[in-house]
DNA sequence: CGCGACGTTGATTTGCCTCAACGATTGTGG
DNA sequence: CCACAATCGTTGAGGCAAATCAACGTCGCG
C-alpha cells in the first residue's frame, strides 16, 4: 500500500514542493484499487464520482456509438490522471466507461473527499492545477493533430512518438483511439512495411 | 479600465470567495487590451507569453495546415481563456496565431506575472484550478463529438446549442472549427431547410 | 482440441474534399 | 453616394480517403 504510492509522491514533488510529513496525510484520501484485465471502474450511465490516478498500468475511455462501436477517447497510463470530468464536476452520470486495458493499480478518490483534500492542503491545489494545465495543453495539441493529419499521418505519428505503447496494446485500441478501423489500421501497416 | 474588469470579477466569484479588497491587487497584475477585429494577438513562431481573458468580443486560435488553409481550434468569447498552452506553459514557440474575431476587449497576463499572482493569492489558484478542469471537460466532450458525430452532425449540434454563435460569426470559420470546408457546410444548410 | 478474439485482405460504397465558376454582400475610396 | 473590389456564400462535377461488409488465417486460452 505505501511502496506502491511512490510514484504518485514523485508525481506531486514533479509540480510542487511538499513536505514529506504531509504525504500520508494526503495518501489517506485516496483508495488502492487494484483492477483486472477488462474490467470497469466506470459505467455508462452511472454518477461519476470518482477520479483515478493510474500507478501502474493501463486504462482508457470510452463510449458506445450509434452503431454499437467502441470508440476510445483517452488512455491512461503510468501517472496519468483519467476521469469523465465533465459528469465528474457536476457529479452527473456519465456516457462513458473507464476499463482497465491492463491489469492495473490505481489510486482513487471520490469528488467530495477530492474537495476536501484540496481545501486542507493548497499545494495540491497547485497540484491539480497544474495537472489540469498540462491535460488541456494536451488535448489542445491533440485537437490539432486530429485536424492537420491524414488518418495515416496519425498512426505514423503515434507510432512514431509512443512505440512501446503500440507494442503493448492490442491494434484494434490503437485504432479505436486514432478514430478509424481496424481494416484500415492494417492497410496502414502492409504500406509501411514495404 | 475599472468597470470593463467587473465580468473578470464576476467570473472569479463564480469559482472561488474572494474578499472585495483583494480586487485591486489582483487587477494590478493583468493588462487591459483592446484588440481591432483581425488583429493578432499571438503570432506563428512567436513565443507564447500570454495568457487571454475574454470581457468582451469574439478571439480564435488557428494553425495553417500544409495547403496553406486556416484551422481553427478554438474560440473564446466573453468570460472564456485562450492561449497555446503547451508554448505557455513551457514558454516556448508557438505553432498557432490567435487572433481577434470581432473587435474585443481583452485581459491580459503574462507567464511570469501569472506565477506571481499565484502565489500571491491561493484563492486564484483554486480558480484557475477551476478553469482549466472546466476548460479539460470540455475538451473530452469535444473529442467525444468528433468521433461520434458525422460533419453534418456536428454542425446540426452546433447550430442548436450556440445559434446566436452562428449569427455572430462567418460560416467560413464555423467551417474551419468544426473541421469542413465552407462548400461542404453550405450544402449541409441547403438539405436543412428542405 | 476447439472456440473465441484478433488481425488481414479484397470488393464495394460513401462522405466529404477539390477545383472552378458564379452570385451576393460588404466596405472603401473617389 | 456611388463604383468597384474584395470578401463571403453557393452550386455542381469529379475524385479520393476511409468506411463497410464479408470472408478467411492465426493465435492464445480454457
Redesign the interface.
Known amino acids: 500500500m505505501y511502496t506502491m504510492s511512490v510514484p504518485f509522491f514523485q508525481h506531486i514533488k514533479k509540480f510542487v514542493s511538499i513536505p514529506d510529513e504531509d504525504l500520508p496525510g494526503i495518501l489517506s484520501h485516496f483508495q488502492v484499487l487494484k483492477v483486472k484485465k477488462k474490467q470497469n471502474l466506470l459505467e455508462n450511465g452511472m454518477v461519476c464520482r470518482t477520479n483515478y490516478f493510474v500507478v501502474k498500468g493501463c486504462l482508457r475511455m470510452f463510449?458506445i456509438?450509434?452503431k454499437g462501436t467502441e470508440?476510445t477517447?483517452?488512455f491512461a497510463i503510468e501517472n496519468w490522471w483519467i476521469s469523465?470530468?465533465?459528469a465528474?464536476?457536476n457529479q452527473k452520470e456519465s456516457?462513458?466507461c473507464i476499463q482497465a486495458v491492463e491489469t492495473s493499480e490505481v489510486l482513487a478518490i471520490d469528488f467530495q473527499t477530492q474537495e476536501k483534500l484540496?481545501a486542507q492542503y493548497?499545494a495540491m491545489?497547485?497540484y491539480?492545477?497544474c495537472v489540469?494545465?498540462?491535460?488541456?495543453?494536451?488535448?489542445?495539441?491533440?485537437?490539432?493533430y486530429?485536424?492537420?493529419f491524414s488518418k495515416e499521418d496519425l498512426y505514423l505519428h503515434f507510432e512514431k512518438w509512443f512505440p512501446e505503447f503500440v507494442q503493448r496494446i492490442p491494434q484494434y485500441l490503437v485504432a479505436s483511439y486514432l478514430?478509424f478501423t481496424p481494416e484500415y489500421l492494417s492497410e496502414i501497416r502492409k504500406k509501411r512495411i514495404s
Open positions: 463510449f456509438n450509434d470508440q477517447i483517452q469523465d470530468y465533465l465528474f464536476l456516457n462513458f484540496l493548497p491545489e497547485k491539480f492545477r489540469y494545465q498540462k491535460a488541456f495543453a494536451a488535448s489542445q495539441l491533440r485537437v490539432k486530429m485536424y492537420d478514430g
